[in-house]
């Protein structure tokens, strides 16, 4: 079986988020290309493999690249990118050779919310391309004080040494409220701080354009892998 590079990135979802995926497909070869590298098959194929892994994992590391100098203030990871950009960029290889004839890698998205095909909210493409985040059923979303000390952000009520509680601004903002009891246990007088600031949507502007310039790139960038690795190997490609 002769092996080409195929299409460039395309979006789809292997149910954990959404990706970009870089395909080789065997059967969409012409005739005349088989006939022409059928005697090399083996060394299409490996070369093939081996340029859609490189390619995946140079956009992997260009978008992670990108993502780093726009968020500052995510921390720096052990691989010397942010957990941010870590999470934006993660990749996948799947070997579908022998039932479907290709070779997929997927630079996907883990940096959202939720779980699967259905649930799962990803934050990247929303700083791609722009758009507005809801609660589901009309609620509200909080934006945690990363500050506050604890990590209770559940319901509103008294909770021990503390009460939650849910303050209005003058500008028709919420903010959730804890409230600690002072030293004597009374419930007032002790330190109030914030949790979180409760509001009806997030707007996010198109902010990572960018990144749609590093994915057109990666089809020529596929290409140019597949013809360098076959050189490598002494193999010529179809004529033009």
């Not at 080789?24 to 081996?50: C, F, H, M, N, Y």
């Not at 994992?57 to 990871?77: A, C, E, L, P, T």
């Not at 009309?138 to 209770?152: C, D, E, F, T």
């Not at 028709?172 to 600690?180: D, E, P, T, V």
Request: charged share 20%; proline share 3%; no cysteine.
């Amino acid at each position: 079986m002769v092996f080409v590079p195929g299409r460039k990135l395309t979006s789809f979802e292997r149910g954990f988020g959404r990706g970009f995926g870089i395909e080789i497909a065997g059967e969409a070869a012409s005739q005349e290309g088989r006939a022409i590298l059928e005697q090399d098959a083996i060394v299409i194929k490996g070369a093939a493999v081996d340029a859609v892994e490189h390619t995946t994992n140079s956009v992997k590391i260009k978008i992670r690249n990108f993502i780093d100098q726009h968020f500052r203030g995510s921390k720096m990871h052990g691989n010397n990118h942010r957990r941010v950009s870590n999470a934006a960029a993660q990749s996948k290889f799947y070997n579908d050779l022998s039932t479907q004839g290709q070779y997929t890698g997927l630079v996907y998205s883990k940096w959202g919310r939720g779980k699967g095909p259905g649930s799962f909210i990803d934050f990247l493409v929303l700083h791609i391309k722009g758009g507005v985040l809801q609660a589901s059923g009309g609620g509200k979303l909080k934006i945690p004080n990363r500050k506050a000390p604890g990590s209770l952000m559940g319901q509103v009520g008294n909770f021990g040494d503390s009460r939650i509680f849910i303050r209005k601004g003058k500008d028709g903002k919420s903010f959730l409220m804890r409230a600690f009891k002072n030293s004597a246990g009374s419930k007032r007088g002790g330190k109030v701080v914030l949790l979180a600031t409760l509001v009806d949507e997030l707007r996010f502007p198109a902010s990572l354009r960018g990144i749609d310039t590093i994915l057109a790139a990666a089809g020529p960038e596929l290409e140019n892998n597949f013809l360098a690795l076959l050189g490598q190997s002494g193999t010529t490609g179809p004529a033009a």
